[in-house]
């Protein structure tokens, strides 16, 4: 065994002796997933609606993370988590001190200590350091118009009085090992192997973080699979009782499956004997892959799926480019309906419903580049939109008149290419901004009050769109 192969089942095997197992993800470190998965771009939605057991809804109740490659050595990540310590009573306040709950930003900026790959066996250690903040960053009006939107129960809970940045240290060590046969058609359809996996975070707050984790792997054509437990421990997670409560919900040793095909991972994780703790992630990636043509040359019609955040609206659009372009850029034309549920405030009371129309103009460039995998757009337009405020909980006997207006829209991102067939399809996923300018605005009657509606506002826009060549 090599010295520096040696360094990683070290940092391993020290996790494993270190303290109690705990269960949960880690935010700010990379996506927990075999090495040889990772992409240049990744965006992970982990919830506890993808778990093995019952949805509960709570604690981590919701978690975005984002890691992208800068170089070979250098990598990105960003992370939000909603934490929430639901009361007894889901449907009416509970006694102070018994529930609330607090938002968790994470950035961070990991650098590739050390790499080695022979075929699929992988050896890696990345070392990361970046900053953690809490307190409110919008995650009930997020979580909230989200329900609103499904239909689901609203979450009516206080935000506790943290509010702190800390500077957080992390290293992450993985090994990716797998079985060779002598026969080489078993190579190519079937192939087994086993992943180990640790991690481990500190904080200037003194919080510590760990998970560890050892599977099975199993390589199904072009199909991934991996089984097995993982644990995390948790401490310092002292200052409040919603920090106290998902730290203790997240204990246990957890079992964990999951399968990747192509752009899509998907996995979920549940408890093991007394733990609880169940929950699961969908990743979705996206890869510079110079092997591969990406090229879309000929008249397309796309149609793209979004969401917006934290103005909360789901987003359909059709975009048809009708002439064959050889340029570096490509012009359609766009039809965006959006349908928005968005809280407007922290006590799930007041939602602003709107319905939006819009014809426009979209331009996206296609570099012929190495970074031809990344599209900047932008796209600009002109249509309808109409609002009106519905009461919620105590306020649910209330609603306004609805009111509209001209509106002016302009989107601004990236398309980021993850999977496609030269001159046919392609599927992207897209990361940006969007705008709106009513041009005139309203003031409606509301709970005893005059209410402005109607205006200009800002929100972050993501979504997948699948585009083809006709």
């Known amino acids: 065994m090599k010295i520096s192969s040696s360094i990683i089942y070290i940092f391993i095997f020290l996790l494993f002796c270190s303290t109690r197992l705990y269960a949960g993800d880690i935010p700010g470190i990379p996506i927990v997933q075999p090495p040889g998965l990772h992409e240049d771009f ?3 939605l982990s919830n506890d609606f993808f778990s093995l057991l019952a949805n509960a809804d709570d604690f981590r109740t919701q978690q975005i993370s984002l890691s992208a490659k800068l170089s070979d050595k250098w990598l990105f990540i960003f992370d939000q988590s909603l934490l929430t310590l639901r009361g007894a009573q889901y449907d009416q306040p509970d006694p102070i001190g018994t529930e609330g709950r607090l938002d968790q930003l994470s950035v961070s900026l990991a650098y590739q200590f050390y790499h080695q790959q022979h075929k699929s066996n992988i050896d890696q250690l990345l070392i990361g350091t970046g900053l953690r903040s809490y307190g409110n960053f919008d995650g009930a009006r997020i979580q909230n118009g989200v329900h609103r939107m499904l239909n689901n129960d609203l979450v009516n809970l206080p935000y506790v009085d943290t509010e702190r940045t ?6 992450r060590a993985s090994k990716q090992h797998y079985f060779t046969s002598e026969n080489k058609e078993v190579n190519s359809s079937l192939r087994l192997g086993y992943w180990l996996d640790g991690s481990a975070l500190f904080t200037t707050d003194v919080q510590f973080d760990a998970t560890l984790g050892a599977y099975g792997l199993l390589k199904l054509f072009d199909i991934d699979f991996w089984y097995g437990l993982r644990g995390d421990w948790r401490e310092g997670y ?3 009782i ?5 730290a203790e919900h997240e204990r246990g040793v957890s079992l964990a499956l999951g399968f990747a095909y192509g752009s899509l991972r998907l996995e979920t994780i549940g408890g093991v004997g007394d733990n609880d703790n169940s929950f699961g992630r969908l990743v979705l990636t996206a890869s510079n892959d110079p092997g591969t043509d990406k090229s879309i040359s000929g008249p397309t019609i796309a149609y793209q799926f979004g969401l917006l955040s934290p103005e909360v609206a789901i987003q359909n659009q059709l975009r048809w480019s009708p002439q064959e372009s050889n340029k570096p850029y490509r012009v359609a034309w766009v039809f965006d309906y959006r349908y928005g549920t968005a809280s407007t405030n922290d006590t799930a009371t007041q939602f602003n419903i709107s319905q939006q129309y ?11 580049s190495s970074a031809d995998w990344l599209q900047p757009y932008f796209m600009i337009g002109a249509g309808y939109r109409s609002e009106y405020l519905e009461g919620q909980g105590v306020l649910a006997s209330e609603q306004s008149n609805k009111v509209s207006s001209p509106v002016l829209v302009g989107d601004l991102g990236l398309r980021l290419y993850m999977a496609g067939k030269p001159n046919k399809w392609q599927l992207q996923f897209q990361l940006g901004l969007t705008g709106w300018v009513p041009l005139q605005s309203e003031q409606v009657d509301f709970n005893n009050q005059r209410v402005e509606v109607l205006k200009t506002d800002t929100s972050w826009t993501s979504g997948v769109s699948i585009m083809w060549q006709y």
Do not use: N, P
């Open 42 to 44: 990744q965006i992970q």
């Open 166 to 171: 800390d500077v957080v240290i992390w290293l």
């Open 238 to 240: 002292d200052r409040d």
């Open 242 to 246: 919603v920090q106290q409560s998902v």
């Open 358 to 368: 819009v014809l426009g103009v979209d331009v996206s460039l296609a570099s012929k």
